[in-house]
């Protein structure tokens, strides 16, 4: 006697089958978990300088101390408690510049694709233009004339980084309006409203979720690469390319202070980027309902 499986029982099985999968997602998990009890769990003050211990070793190597695992930085700052609160920063700019990007290229990608003519027309226009536009230039350049902030790297980011959500929402939406359940729904006469939300949007999630793990390790990386240019965000915030950037002066004599956030920043991505992949390979090739 067969049991019948449910599709969500499937994918979870195909979940925990996905080595990549479970090691994407225990890594995000981890971080993610960290930057929200950073307040609860940091042992120090990641403001507080101390200048008579400026670059201690961490604990585990020659010449460190129990209090400080990770050592300190150069103004005997807590390193530990700072890359603690750098997965925070981190953290809140992926996922911010993922919800504001999201919403401006699924949007526009779904009104394209599902209207067409003239509509889908201003839709890959706005698409061209902005992927003539360099990212990492516009960024500079805007950091650089209105000055670094938290608020303005998730502005910038978010609005730079749409084009791919509405490459992805409209390639989708052109494959589905023309299925036989849209059409049912417009027989039963849904409204546009009610087909683009309860029948368009519910089956591109999972293509727009694959979209948000790969513009989410972007996102990080190029907060982390404006930081290290000194046009992200501002000191004394402990952000991981600030951290590097900071710590680059002193790699040759005590390599741990660059080696610590670098690893760090490598193991987020690194996590991100798995997860989306393992999220590719089990969700975002099936159009059909």
């Known amino acids: 006697m067969s049991v019948a499986v449910l599709p969500g029982q499937g994918v979870a099985r195909r979940m925990l089958r996905n080595v990549g999968f479970l090691v994407g997602a225990a890594i995000v998990g981890i971080v993610l978990i960290v930057a929200v009890l950073a307040p609860w769990i940091t042992p120090f003050d990641p403001f507080a300088v101390n200048l008579e211990h400026r670059l201690v070793p961490p604990s585990f190597m020659e010449g460190g101390t129990p209090l400080n695992f990770l050592g300190t930085d150069q103004l005997g700052r807590d390193y530990l408690s700072r890359l603690i609160y750098g997965a925070r920063i981190s953290m809140i700019i992926g996922i911010a510049t993922v919800i504001t990007s999201g919403l401006i290229g699924t949007t526009l990608g779904i009104l394209g694709g599902f209207y067409g003519g003239r509509v889908d027309d201003a839709v890959m226009f706005l698409i061209t233009a902005r992927l003539s536009i360099p990212v990492v230039l516009v960024a500079l350049a805007v950091a650089g004339l209105l000055g670094s902030s938290f608020l303005l790297v998730i502005l910038v980011l978010g609005l730079l980084l749409w084009d791919r959500f509405a490459v992805v929402a409209r390639s989708t939406t052109m494959q589905l309006r023309t299925l036989d359940y849209v059409s049912a729904a ?48 501002p000191p004394p915030l402990p952000s991981w390319g600030l951290m590097i950037a900071e710590a680059k002066e002193y790699m040759f004599f005590t390599p741990w202070v660059i080696l610590v956030p670098g690893i760090a920043l ?13 999220l590719r390979d089990m969700l975002g090739t099936d ?3």
């Open 186 to 233: 417009w027989c039963a006469g849904s409204s546009q409203a009610s087909v683009l939300l309860r029948e368009i949007l519910p089956n591109i999630a999972t293509h727009l979720a694959v979209v948000a793990t790969l513009e989410m390790a972007l996102a990080i990386l190029l907060e982390a690469a404006l930081s290290f240019l000194g046009l992200g965000v």
């Open 266 to 278: 490598f193991v987020l991505v690194l996590g991100v980027n798995l997860l989306g992949d393992a």
């Open 287 to 289: 159009l059909n309902r």
